[in-house]
């Protein structure tokens, strides 16, 4: 017989197993198209938390931690960005989610 405390443990394993981290970087012509404020309204659109950044390569870096599902339509999303944006490739790292965000926010260097 399962007992309540062995089924939330079960329960809590489950929802840890769907979440994740993106860490991506969008090539392209990514800067100065609004890609930031795009990125960070379907970041909260999804509920994600995270940052998105401009890089001094041109590039654009992102970090998004939630749900899998989420994540999937967010890394969808930065394929092709804001109508201006041409994004020419995206480099992407599933990692294991840490958990320090609070909100989705530009990062400044």
């Known amino acids: 017989m399962v007992n309540d405390e062995t089924m939330n443990e079960s329960v809590h394993t489950v929802e840890t197993e769907s979440e994740a981290r993106l860490h991506a970087i969008v090539h392209g012509r990514v800067q100065g198209v609004n890609f930031r404020y795009y990125t960070i309204c379907t970041a909260q659109q999804l509920g994600l938390t ?31 960005g804001p109508p201006s944006a041409v994004v020419q ?20 260097s």
Request: hydrophobic share 35%.
């Open 89 to 108: 490739h995206v480099d992407v790292k599933w990692e294991t989610p840490t958990g320090t965000f609070q909100q989705f926010r530009v990062r400044y």
């Open 50 to 80: 995270g940052w998105v950044a401009n890089r001094r390569d041109g590039t654009v870096e992102t970090v998004a931690e939630g749900p899998r599902a989420a994540l999937s339509e967010f890394h969808e999303f930065l394929h092709h």
